[in-house]
């Protein structure tokens, strides 16, 4: 986009972690911004932020897994700020168990807030990018949409779908004023692992890990600079970065060496 100054961004789960980063760093950058998210109280604070740097901002209490809420949204982001230009696709969940482990309840879960609501998000909310001057989707993927890990199938295919989401309309979108980001993050350091469904015994190894994983604020600065430059896919921190360059280059012995490190350690070393 040629600017953010007084532009309208709707950023989807925008009570904590990387989306509310990216709202202060819109609003920083001089946008107003419509927040979304199930967390009502993290949402206030979220608007008390962006309302400190001196922009509008709204709160809408909204399970972006829901169709009906979802279709509303739009008009009520219009009645409020009169336009928008930039829709972050943010708002996600995670379950870490191995697939038999998981129930059809964790997958309707998991695929109603990753996947339909980013598909929710691009729907409802496309035409009205597409009579803007100009406008721009970030839909947010994961290191986990690169390639397949141990305990992340319902999560992997949720941020699959997402990238393939994103690299169609990337080429659909290519005569109109709408650009697009597709985000692939490794670890950030976010609520996301608080509210995963996991083993509690590795979700307090995961949650001691992510105490070095990258801060949100750095991340939302890579992902708004990304909007201004219309770049399209956007990797960032060390493993992502890995991942992203081995599946590209080897990928069937990316998924060799995933099965390797998935094995028992005497039958690995016999």
């Avoid at 990387?18 to 608007?47: F, P």
């Avoid at 597409?130 to 949720?158: C, F, K, P, R, W």
């Avoid at 290519?174 to 950030?188: D, E, R, Y």
């Amino acid at each position: 986009m040629k600017k953010i100054q007084d532009r309208i961004a709707v950023v989807t789960g925008a009570g904590s972690g990387i989306g509310r980063a990216v709202s202060l760093e819109l609003a920083a950058r001089g946008a107003d911004i419509a927040l979304v998210d199930v967390d009502e109280a993290g949402l206030k604070e979220t608007r008390i932020a962006v309302q400190a740097n001196g922009r509008k901002a709204s709160t809408h209490v909204v399970d972006v897994s829901s169709k009906e809420q979802m279709s509303a949204l739009p008009e009520q982001v219009v009645a409020q700020h009169g336009a928008i230009h930039i829709l972050v696709n943010n708002a996600g969940v995670s379950v870490n168990l191995p697939f038999e482990e998981q129930s059809i309840e964790d997958l309707e879960w998991i695929s109603g807030i990753n996947y339909w609501g980013v598909m929710y998000g691009c729907h409802y909310f496309l035409p009205y990018l597409q009579q803007a001057e100009e406008g721009h989707i970030v839909n947010m993927s994961s290191s986990a949409g690169l390639t397949g890990m141990i305990g992340q199938s319902s999560y992997s295919s949720t941020k699959f779908a997402v990238r393939g989401l994103s690299e169609c309309l990337y080429v659909e979108l290519a005569n109109s004023v709408v650009g697009i980001t597709c985000v692939h993050p490794g670890a950030v350091s976010t609520n996301i692992l608080a509210s995963a469904r996991m083993e509690a015994s590795h979700k307090e190894k995961m949650l001691k890990m992510f105490h070095l994983a990258m801060p949100p604020e750095k991340a939302a600065r890579l992902i708004v600079k990304a909007i201004e430059k219309s770049r399209f896919k956007l990797v960032f921190c060390v493993e992502s970065r890995v991942l992203d360059f081995m599946k590209r280059v080897w990928p069937v012995l990316t998924l060799k060496l995933m099965r390797l490190a998935n094995r028992p350690k005497a039958q690995a070393s016999s």
